[in-house]
T-cell receptor
Framework: EAGVAQSPRYKIIEKRQSVAFWCNPI?????LYWYQQILGQGPKLLIQ????????DSQLPKDRFSAERLKGVDSTLKIQPAKLEDSAVYLC???????????FGPGTRLTVL | AQRVTQPEKLLSVFKGAPVELKCNYS??????LFWYVQYSRQRLQLLLR??SRESIKGFTADLNKGETSFHLKKPFAQEEDSAMYYC????????????FGDGTTLTVKP
C-alpha cells in the first residue's frame, strides 16, 4: 500500500513570496490533515478535511494561508505572502476517519528568508 | 479547549532501565489518545492507541481519567527505542480535531 505523498520535500523562498504544497493521501482515507511543525514543537493542526469539506480550520491564519481538497482526494496548501515565522515543516496526514490512526507523509521543509 | 502536555523535552536512560514518558491532557469528554513515534530519518508513525490496549515493541500506556494522564511505559529500554515520542488527542468523532504535545526525545544509552 502506498503511503501519503507530499511535494516538494524542500522549499526556500523569500518573505512576501508565495508557495504551495501538495499532498496525496492514502486511497480511501476520508480525513486529511495539514500540520505546521516549528522546530522544537509538536505538530500543530492547521486544517482538517472530511472528504472535501472542512472539519476544523480554527488555527489556520486565513489572511495568508489557504487550503483546498478538490474531489475529496488530493489537497493543496498555499501561503501568500510568506513571512519569516512560516519557516517550518508542513506535514500532511490522512486517516480513514476523524479519531482514527493518522498516516503521515514525509513533510515539506519550508525556509523563508 | 483541548490540550496535551508532555512535561519532559528530553529523557535519557541506560539500556535495560525502565522508562516512562509522561503525557497529561485536558479535554471535557472521552478522548481518543495516541502515542506517535518518529525514529531518525523516518516519518511520524503510530506506536499505540489507548482503545487497542495492546503492547507494541514492549511499550504500554494506561489511560487514567482521574489524573487525565496517558503515560507511556516500558520496563526495559533498548537502544533502538531512541526516538522522538509525541502524545496526541483526538475527539472520537469524524469532527475529531487532533492535538499533539510538543514531544519528548528519548535517548537510550548503551
Amino acid at each position: 500500500e502506498a503511503g501519503v505523498a507530499q511535494s516538494p520535500r524542500y522549499k526556500i523562498i523569500e518573505k512576501r513570496q508565495s508557495v504551495a504544497f501538495w499532498c496525496n493521501p492514502i486511497s480511501g482515507h476520508a480525513t486529511l490533515y495539514w500540520y505546521q511543525q516549528i522546530l522544537g514543537q509538536g505538530p500543530k493542526l492547521l486544517i482538517q478535511f472530511q472528504n472535501n469539506g472542512v472539519v476544523d480550520d480554527s488555527q489556520l491564519p486565513k489572511d495568508r494561508f489557504s487550503a483546498e481538497r478538490l474531489k475529496g482526494v488530493d489537497s493543496t496548501l498555499k501561503i501568500q505572502p510568506a513571512k519569516l515565522e512560516d519557516s517550518a515543516v508542513y506535514l500532511c496526514a490522512s486517516s480513514l476517519g476523524g479519531g482514527d490512526e493518522q498516516f503521515f507523509g514525509p513533510g515539506t521543509r519550508l525556509t523563508v528568508l | 479547549a483541548q490540550r496535551v502536555t508532555q512535561p519532559e523535552k528530553l529523557l535519557s536512560v541506560f539500556k535495560g532501565a525502565p522508562v516512562e514518558l509522561k503525557c497529561n491532557y485536558s479535554y471535557s469528554g472521552s478522548p481518543e489518545l495516541f502515542w506517535y513515534v518518529q525514529y531518525s530519518r523516518q516519518r511520524l508513525q503510530l506506536l499505540l492507541r489507548h482503545i487497542s490496549r495492546e503492547s507494541i515493541k514492549g511499550f504500554t500506556a494506561d489511560l487514567n481519567k482521574g489524573e487525565t494522564s496517558f503515560h507511556l511505559k516500558k520496563p526495559f529500554a533498548q537502544e533502538e527505542d531512541s526516538a522522538m515520542y509525541y502524545c496526541a488527542l483526538s475527539r472520537p468523532t469524524n469532527a475529531g480535531k487532533s492535538t499533539f504535545g510538543d514531544g519528548t526525545t528519548l535517548t537510550v544509552k548503551p
